[in-house]
């Protein structure tokens, strides 16, 4: 996956307007525009595509950690030069405030299982005995449950007697 479709989904699923995605970047320190906001959100084939660089989605994903549990007193975390999906998976965890259980019930409502100790193992440090690789897949199928969880433009049923 790439960083540009990480941050499609992220909006989509959260409804995220131009402004608030500015305002998520700022709140990590980052002052971007609407313009390379509106680049990063096309399409590869687009003409006006532009590449979202690690950097960038890191304080995005920061930026989310701060609005929705609030910002750390004292002084803010590094930003990471470089991201895994392991650490994509972990900020959003932080960002919503979730425990394993609801990790899992996530990827569930995406119909893709995995136990607690699967989960557990992205979570581990890099050289751990039991650190495991964050695949594609597994932050798709998570990407997908947080939509399905989330997005506010589900069919409604209507009530034909009121």
């Not at 920061?62 to 470089?82: H, M, Q, S, T, Y």
């Not at 650490?87 to 136990?115: G, H």
């Not at 890099?126 to 897949?137: A, L, N």
């Amino acid at each position: 996956m790439t960083n540009n479709d990480i941050l499609r989904r992220l909006r989509y699923s959260f409804d995220f307007s131009d402004s608030k995605m500015i305002s998520l970047f700022a709140l990590a320190g980052e002052t971007v525009t609407r313009e390379q906001v509106s680049c990063w959100l096309k399409k590869d084939d687009h003409d006006d595509y532009k590449g979202l660089k690690d950097y960038l989605l890191a304080t995005f994903l920061n930026g989310l950690i701060n609005d929705r549990r609030g910002v750390k007193e004292g002084e803010p975390a590094p930003i990471e030069k470089e991201l895994t999906n392991n650490i994509i998976l972990r900020k959003l965890k932080i960002a919503l405030n979730f425990i394993d259980d609801d990790v899992v019930s996530i990827m569930e409502l995406a119909n893709f299982n995995i136990s607690k100790p699967e989960l557990t193992a992205f979570f581990r440090r890099p050289g751990h005995k039991h650190y495991r690789i964050c695949k594609d897949q597994i932050l798709r199928n998570f990407l997908q449950g947080l939509q399905l969880k989330y997005r506010t433009d589900k069919p409604e049923a209507t009530d034909k007697n009121a």
